[in-house]
């Protein structure tokens, strides 16, 4: 075969990232007219008005180059978060922050990165893209975090360590000074990185993040997301809140451009309209706990989430596996997320919707497992 059709090792069996089935490719497949997508953890209440309105009035513009590195946008995260404006560097999707910090941190053939298994698939994905060794370390059966283990998976060749809290998917949460802990007894060249993508669900984020005790931590960095509570998952807009010596180094390794004009005026219109988050917030946890109880009381076993979305596993029937349910929920036009991808075949992780959208997935649900 031809030099030509060589490519990097590892790169031709790569393996994409799965997303959640889309609306559209559920309609064509069984011809139904309303659908309601619990799949991927987007907002119950769509984008915010504010947002809305902003994209109207700007989209003429779109024709220009944003400002490189947006630096407006950058410093109304920053006054949002109460940090230094040096600490963050905005991205499309949190996605491209985490994709960022490996790439300039790890070496490739020499460090390699930890998580726990199972874990959102991207930390996995940016290092192995790169020829970098990544580590897991098992959850407990709780789905809580062994962190003396993930310590035990690290060594001096350890670059990052992801840990994901809230958990995706389970919807674990630990505390700040468990975090703070961890940031204190990793390898001295390890960079603790935090995925905060779920934080603003939690029931009191401050006492879930170490994003006010940052100055102590030179080696941490969080990441979050504008694509769930701020309701902007289709613009891709998320940031990482790094520790200033990094931020520094990191700035002139991106992509230039990578958040879109439209994008950096729709995230600080997100952050302007406060009633949104708030009300986001409100139908989120208030939809947490409805469903926590309904699906205790479908026999669903839900996991406790401190997150916008509830994993589950549907009591064994006969005949009716966890993915024979996800399918027969499909047939009824709700999509969910079936956890075989995560390696938790028997389970299943819905969105918390809006309580239309629960009580029709609930009425289903049972209809589904109880006839
Ligand atoms: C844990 C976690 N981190 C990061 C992301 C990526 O979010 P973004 O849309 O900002 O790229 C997701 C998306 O589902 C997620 O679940």
Redesign the pocket.
């Known amino acids: 075969m031809s030099a030509l059709y060589d490519v990097r090792p590892g790169v031709r069996d790569f393996t994409a990232y799965v997303a959640g089935l889309s609306i559209d490719e559920i309609r064509q497949k069984y011809g139904l007219s309303r659908i309601i997508k619990l799949a ?2 987007e907002n119950p209440l769509g984008v915010p008005p504010l947002v809305q309105k902003v994209l109207r009035e700007r989209a003429a513009e779109a024709f220009r180059y944003p400002r490189l590195g947006n630096p407006e946008l950058n410093a109304r995260i920053a006054a949002h978060l109460g940090v230094g404006p040096e600490r963050i560097i905005a991205g499309n ?4 922050l ?1 994709d960022l910090l490996v790439r300039i941190k790890a070496r490739p053939g020499q460090d390699n990165v930890v998580a726990f298994t199972p874990c ?1 698939s ?1 930390y996995g994905m940016c290092s192995r893209m790169l020829g970098v060794e990544f580590r897991q370390a098992p959850l407990r059966a709780d789905f809580t975090f062994p962190f003396d283990d993930l310590i035990d998976t690290c060594d001096e060749n350890t670059a990052l360590v992801f840990v ?1 809290s809230p958990d ?1 998917p389970s919807g674990y949460a630990a505390t700040a000074e468990e975090l703070a802990d961890l940031a204190r007894r990793l390898p001295e060249r390890a960079l603790l990185v935090i ?1 905060e ?2 934080v603003e669900f939690a029931d009191d984020p401050a006492k879930r993040s170490l994003l006010s005790r940052l100055d102590e931590f030179p080696n941490v960095a969080l ?1 979050r ?3 769930k509570a701020f309701g902007l ?1 289709g613009l ?3 940031y990482g809140v790094l520790p200033a010596w990094l931020a520094e180094i990191a700035r002139p390794c991106q992509m230039p451009f990578s958040v879109n004009l439209l994008a950096t005026y729709a995230g600080m219109a997100a952050l302007d309209d406060t009633v949104f988050l708030q009300e986001t917030l409100r139908i989120t946890r208030e939809g947490r706990e409805w469903l926590t109880r309904e699906l205790t009381r479908l026999s669903c076993e839900p996991a406790p989430s401190q997150s916008s979305f509830i994993m589950f596993r549907p009591p064994a029937r006969p005949g009716l596996d966890a993915r024979g349910v996800f399918e027969a929920l499909l047939t009824r036009g709700i999509i969910v997320r079936h956890l075989g991808g995560f390696g938790l075949a028997d389970r299943l992780r819905v969105t918390v919707g809006t309580r239309r959208e629960n009580e029709t997935f609930i009425a289903a649900l049972a209809e589904v497992l109880h006839g």
Request: proline letters at 0%; zero cysteines; aromatic letters at 14%.
């Open positions: 991927s953890n999707g949190s996605d491209e985490i959102f991207m994901t995706n995925d993508a779920y990441t997301t504008f694509s998952a891709r807009l998320g």
